[in-house]
């Protein structure tokens, strides 16, 4: 089955920009890069989506290099309110590879 | 607020007795999947459909499990015979399925099934 790695945790400060890889050595040709917040109790909020080379919109930034190997979420400028788990996920449509993983619980602190 | 919904949001149950989850996904959204998540763990997916045809069934899902979406809308995810281990969160999300969103999935708020 295809995986994703992630760091399982993280440790940042408020103001400041956290920069989250995902590894995905598998990734198949028809295969998007989607990554997901998810704070406890809630289900997993839908963040940003690539296919290759960078990606931005109101909240995030997605950097995919040429090989599409791994991919890199940039969060701005974090807030406590960013704490959260983030997963990197595989997305084309094969349900195999719909695996999220521990994801990476991203702490901001004041 | 047309996100997708779920309910119960929560569901207290008996060993051995059987218990049924709603979920109404976003309106037009053509794909519906239903996934299973414990403590400390990420969603681990289960079934999903494409309008009303189930087009893919994990391993994951015993035979304890059925799940049906009629005419391609609402979904049920049923359990029969529940087990203690059987207690989780239950996460439906849904998708567009064509275009260039198709694969961005929407969730659910999830619904907490404790099986005593």
């Known amino acids: 089955l295809a995986k994703t790695t992630q760091p399982i945790s993280m440790d940042s400060y408020e103001g400041q920009e956290v920069n989250i890889t995902c590894s995905h050595n598998?990734?198949?040709?028809?295969?998007?890069i989607t990554w997901y917040q998810q704070f406890p109790s809630q289900g997993p909020r839908f963040i940003i989506q690539g296919y290759k080379t960078k990606v931005t919109n109101e909240v995030a930034s997605l950097f995919i290099p040429a090989d599409r190997k791994s991919s890199t979420l940039s969060l701005p400028r974090v807030s406590l309110s960013d704490t959260a788990v983030y997963y990197c996920?595989?997305?084309?449509?094969?349900?195999?590879?719909?695996?999220f993983g521990t994801g990476t619980l991203l702490a901001v602190q004041p | 607020d047309t996100g997708v919904s779920q309910n119960p949001r929560h569901k207290i149950t008996k060993r051995g007795q059987n218990v049924t989850f709603r979920c109404d996904p976003i309106s037009e959204h053509n794909r519906l999947y239903w996934y299973r998540q414990t403590l400390g763990q990420g969603p681990e997916f289960l079934t999903y459909?494409?309008?009303?045809?189930?087009?893919?069934k994990s391993r994951l899902l015993s035979d304890r499990f059925s799940a049906e979406r009629p005419k391609g809308s609402f979904s049920t995810l049923e359990i029969q015979r529940t087990e203690q281990g059987d207690s989780a969160m239950y996460l439906c999300?849904?998708?567009?399925?064509?275009?260039?969103?198709?694969?961005?999935?929407?969730f659910g708020p999830g619904t907490r099934l404790t099986v005593t």
């Open positions: 459909f494409q309008n009303e045809a189930q087009l893919e």
């Open positions: 996920l595989l997305e084309g449509g094969a349900t195999n590879k719909l695996i």
């Open positions: 999300a849904s998708s567009p399925g064509t275009g260039v969103s198709s694969y961005e999935q929407y």
């Open positions: 598998n990734i198949a040709t028809n295969d998007y």
